[in-house]
C-alpha cells in the first residue's frame, strides 16, 4: 500500500516537504521507511542481530534519510 505524507511523518517526525514527496514518490511501504530508518539509527544493533544489509526501497529509503545526502560535492 502507497504511503502517504501522514504515513511518513508519523515515522520520521516533522521532516521537509520535498522529502515526503521523494519518499512516496519510491513507492515504498511505511514499513520500508521503517526499517530504514531503524538501519540509520540503530545500524549496530541490526548488524549484531545477523540482519542482512538494506536491499530494495529499504536502501533507497535509507540513502534519502542519509544525512551525507545533504553535504556538498567536494
Same mark, same amino acid.
Given at each position: 500500500m502507497a504511503m502517504?505524507?501522514?504515513?511518513v511523518t508519523?515515522? /520520521?517526525?516533522?521532516?521537509?516537504?520535498?522529502?515526503v514527496a521523494e519518499i512516496i @514518490?519510491?513507492? #515504498?511501504t511505511r514499513?520500508?521507511?521503517a526499517q530504514a530508518w531503524y538501519w540509520l539509527n540503530c545500524d549496530d544493533? /541490526?548488524?549484531k542481530a545477523g540482519r542482512p544489509l538494506p536491499s530494495?526501497?529499504? @536502501?533507497?529509503? #535509507?540513502?534519502?534519510?542519509?544525512p551525507e545526502r545533504?553535504?556538498?560535492d567536494a
Open positions: 502517504s505524507s501522514a504515513d508519523a515515522t /520520521l517526525g516533522p521532516v521537509d516537504e520535498t522529502l @514518490a519510491t513507492g #515504498a514499513d520500508d521507511l544493533a /541490526l548488524i530494495g526501497k529499504v @536502501a533507497e529509503l #535509507a540513502d534519502l534519510l542519509s545533504d553535504e556538498p
